[in-house]
T-cell receptor, first 112, second 110 residues
Framework: DTAVSQTPKYLVTQMGNDKSIKCEQN?????MYWYKQDSKKFLKIMFS???????INETVPNRFSPKSPDKAHLNLHINSLELGDSAVYFC???????????FGPGTRLTVL | EDQVTQSPEALRLQEGESSSLNCSYT??????LFWYRQDPGKGPEFLFT???AGEEKEKERLKATLTKKESFLHITAPKPEDSATYLC???????????FGAGTRLFVKA
């Protein structure tokens, strides 16, 4: 059973397009996260939702919009894609506070 | 601002050659310090959580220790399958944001 799953695994698209990445967790966690890992492998928090409520919203362009239809799902929609958006995006789930976070396999986004 | 610095950036070991990875951190009140392992093309995999200075945790050939300013990940008699990037992260009491270091890439040669 996959604990945290993401689709798609690879996403290649043209500049200016709009795309979405989906994430689902079956661990029963209340909190889900989106991270961006750049080419230097730095993992940086973007957003966090707790029970469908946004609790962390880092300084990211407003072209990025997370959506949590229920506590098991957290999707990431990106408008007007730019070259600099190319990275690997990881979804994670866990408890609030100093709790273990479980990561998905990542989505490698390439903007041409 | 919370900060995590890992050293070295890369470490090459022979099989069986023990060593340590360092994680220095600055945080306004530590809620927890985490170690993760990341293999190429995969998501980080949880290894340990440490909560207070003096705490130690072990798993197979890995042992994590914590002081008030840094954490060490000791690798005893490593094997080639231990080759991966090891990530350190902290969460402070000021919020729920987890800050990751840049990682140490470990290569173990047979």
């Amino acid at each position: 059973d996959t604990a945290v799953s993401q689709t798609p695994k690879y996403l290649v698209t043209q500049m200016g397009n709009d795309k979405s990445i989906k994430c689902e967790q079956n661990l029963g966690h209340d909190t889900m996260y989106w991270y961006k890992q750049d080419s230097k492998k730095f993992l940086k928090i973007m957003f966090s939702y707790n029970n469908k409520e946004l609790i962390i919203n880092e300084t990211v362009p407003n072209r990025f919009s997370p959506k949590s239809p229920d506590k098991a799902h957290l999707n990431l929609h990106i408008n007007s894609l730019e070259l600099g958006d190319s990275a690997v995006y990881f979804c994670a789930s866990g408890g609030q506070g100093a709790d273990t976070q479980y990561f998905g396999p990542g989505t490698r986004l390439t903007v041409l | 601002e919370d900060q995590v610095t890992q050293s070295p950036e890369a470490l090459r070991l022979q099989e069986g050659e023990s060593s340590s990875l360092n994680c220095s951190y600055t945080v306004s009140g530590l809620r927890g310090l985490f170690w993760y392992r990341q293999d190429p093309g995969k998501g980080p995999e949880f290894l340990f959580t440490l909560y207070s200075a003096g705490e130690e945790k072990e798993k197979e050939r890995l042992k994590a220790t914590l002081t008030k300013k840094e954490s060490f990940l000791h690798i005893t008699a490593p094997k080639p399958e231990d080759s991966a990037t090891y990530l350190c992260a902290v969460q402070g009491t000021g919020g729920f944001k987890t800050i990751f270091g840049a990682g140490t890439r470990l290569f173990v040669k047979a």
